[in-house]
């Protein structure tokens, strides 16, 4: 399996993800996933956190890309986790939606709970038809470019609900280009594109060494491709 470390350091590994891998295997996943790669190169994360997850820090969904931090301590899991608990950590996301949306910014604000018809999604509620299982959702947009038919968008996540983005963006009506789950009955999908067009771009933590650092990662060559294929 094919993957690009960002940063390394004694606590830390920064990966970019590529898109179609699992990061850990959850329910029925029978395919190779990022965990099991990851620990045939870095054997100490077998001792990092529990099975299956071992030193995954957060989730990245199978068709999405991008930035993920596995941790190489236990100590190092645990500081870099409770940074996500406390919403201290700053993740922004580049993504396409079906659709031209009006407004330059916004934020969504919900709550989010598995979808009762369908176990596999999340749906967004209202405080007032929510369920007791639902929690509080927040992610703001702000408009990058505007297409004729699409709009590439910069997202930034206030909490980390499952699927928080794709579901926030589809009650909006604007869901994420080529994202099978969350997509209308009939929707288009832009030439070129294979997958859900979602991109983890930026993330800003503090380090267990007391340093707070940036980590980037660029637009895979297929994505930057179907936004040069697109009509203004």
């Given at each position: ?82 940074q996500f608990i406390n919403r201290e950590v700053e993740k922004k996301y580049v993504c396409l939606v079906q659709g031209v949306m009006e ?41 990058l470019e505007r297409f004729a038919d699409y709009t590439l968008l910069e997202v930034q996540i206030k909490t980390g609900r499952r699927h ?27 030439e070129g594109l294979n997958r859900q067009f979602l991109h983890a771009k930026y993330l800003k933590i503090q380090l267990p060494d007391g ?22």
């Open positions: 399996m094919d993957f690009k470390i960002i940063y390394e350091d004694k606590d830390l590994l920064v990966i970019d993800k590529p898109a179609g891998i699992v990061v850990f295997p959850e329910g029925q996943t029978k395919e190779n996933t990022l965990v099991e790669a990851l620990i045939e190169r870095f054997g100490e994360l077998k001792s990092v956190g529990e099975a299956p997850r071992y030193g995954i820090v957060h989730r990245l969904d199978k068709d999405t890309s991008g930035i993920l931090l596995v941790a190489k301590s236990s100590e190092g899991l645990i500081f870099l986790q409770k407004d330059d910014s916004g934020e969504i604000k919900t709550l989010i709970a598995r979808a009762k018809g369908d176990p596999r999604k999340q749906r967004a509620y209202s405080e007032l038809n929510a369920p007791k299982s639902a929690r509080e959702a927040i992610t703001e947009y702000k408009v928080q983005i794709r579901c926030h963006l589809s009650y909006l009506k604007h869901p994420i280009a080529g994202d099978k789950l969350y997509s209308f009955k009939n929707s288009k999908i832009p340093q707070t650092k940036e980590f980037l990662s660029e637009l895979p060559e297929e994505l930057k491709q179907v936004i040069k294929n697109l009509e203004k």
